[in-house]
């Protein structure tokens, strides 16, 4: 079936547009405030020349009507997400916005400037630098010394060796500066669970797929994702009390912890001297995510509410800027309160009003298709679901008090998808009958339905074409329709999917490029998720591993198919002892180095019985990140 929005899809779009907010103009206004130059199409170039990230392939959405084949409200965004530039905001604060999905904020101090987050990847970062010393500080007579991350989340850090390294941070010539716990979250979240958050990524982001008016668009907080691999330094100064003020190379910033909001830990920035407050990613232009697509540990909305709340009653009668790190500011005091508190009051809204539902004993769907916002937020723009939905929103509160379990016994112990799927058809009288009745449901536009029934006749049926295509033409609509980026890219993938399969596996190790600034504790704990426990069997013996760059010394202990790591002040005894830097596991981790190369090389020594080392490594698990989605994973693998 041809990429074509169909007649239903059409009608939907037509509902939509007589529903949205009237249109002032004032986004647009804002977005384009304090523009001070850019490069074409913000295109970044990586030093292997191979282009990282480029707003070109968006030239589509230069059409200020939307194409029938998106939602209008969603054309919207996606137009204004495309700007792009250097932009002041005040007297010393100026944001690169467009270069990457995140902004990056620089504050001129007395001598030397600071900046609040780090983008994605290196690339970006330092093509941010560059464009603001291009037209601010041409000379570069202003260093660089302070880095501040807002957040625990990896567009926020992750292109710090852009702007300055690790050499420079420890001989004291840059400090960095988080928020407390900022390294284990950051840690937690893109490395214990990190290959099948990346694989479920593309789905949100919607990078995987070619850029046009029938595939990605946006991605509801920026336009997509760049291209490399993320890197850390770890904070060296930590903001650890509630409420803390500071004085940096003349620059007074008031600094609000909000721990357990968009991120476990973040930080909201109050700069006095120039009326701006910056609140992270606690406030955007969209509804953000209580629990994004690509997973996470369910976030607090009530706490996330609280947050704004106190922001709002402590700095909102002098606030005359707000700006965070995506999206544009939004400038006066009077509409700078109400930006903030519609904000506010919709995080709370959404929490207060499903557990409301909760205690009726609704359950999560339930709740998802009925709660509806109060007008006074529902009509405002910056409050619409682009990224975030109140559907999948409310779907992760219920499951934050609630669990998985809809406490309908039916629902404790179901039968899993693929056997699911065989009964299922079988009931529905085979897979010919099945697909009678579900293109007959596709002219009618019941999408929805269609996709969960095609998901059943996939799932026992994986070879049958028409089953693929009408699943994949089915998700296709329903992207088409989509108001949320994040939905429309993952409707859009999935049916890319069903149509040609999933990806190519990437190389092991591709795409992490944190293990370097990981603590030696979390090392291990990444090791220990690897350990396959069916290989291990009754195995039982133990390692000592020194690290004499770190003067560390760790006894691993293998046994029940389980690992332990424990640091201790002197070598332990062990089975088998080794010697090395924690560069050199960092890059056997990485896949750069073999164990065998190590040790002819002598940067790694055993002691003990080598034969150890080698049935260790011999036990670690191996993750791709092409495993199927839409398709069910075959068990055990090969």
Known sequence: MPATAYGPTLDFHRLIAAELPPEDGQDRADAERGFLGTVPDAEVVGADGRVVWSLKPYAFLDDETAAPTVNPSLWRQARLNRTHGLFQVSERIFQVRGFDIANITFIEGDTGLIALDALTVADTAAAALALYRRHRDPEAKRPLHTVMYSHSHGDHFGGVLGLSTQAEVDAGR??????????????????????????????????????????????GLGKTMPAGRPGLIAPTRLITQPFETHVIDGVEIGFQLAPDTEAPAEMHFWFPGERVLNLAENTSHTLHNVCPLRGSQVRDALAWAKHLHQALHRWGDAVEAICAQHHWPTWGRQRCRAFLADQRDLYRTLHDQTVRLM???LKAAEIAELLRLPPGVARRWHNRGYYGTVSHNVKAIVQRYLSWYDAHPANLHPLPPVAAAHKTLEYMGGIDAVLRRARADFERGEYRWVAEVMKHAVYAHPGHREARELAAAALEQMGFQAESATWRNAFLLGAHE????????????????????????????????????????DLRFTMAWHFDDRGEHWRVEIGNGAMHALALATAPAADVALTLARPTLDAMLTQQLAPAQALADGRLAVAGDAAKLGLFFGLLDRFGLGFPVVDAVAWPPG
């Open 174 to 219: 840059v400090q960095v500066i988080a928020p407390d716990g900022f390294m284990h979250a950051a840690v937690a979240e893109n490395v214990i669970a990190g290959v099948p958050m990346m694989r479920r990524a593309a789905f949100q982001f919607g990078h995987t797929l070619p850029k046009g008016p029938a595939h990605q668009v946006d991605a």
């Open 359 to 361: 205690g009726h004993g």
């Open 498 to 537: 069903y149509r040609e399969g999933p990806p190519k596996p990437m190389p092991p190790g591709a795409g992490f490029g944190l293990v370097a600034a990981l603590p030696s504790e979390m090392v291990f704990d990444a090791l220990a998720i690897r350990l396959d426990a069916d290989k291990a069997g």
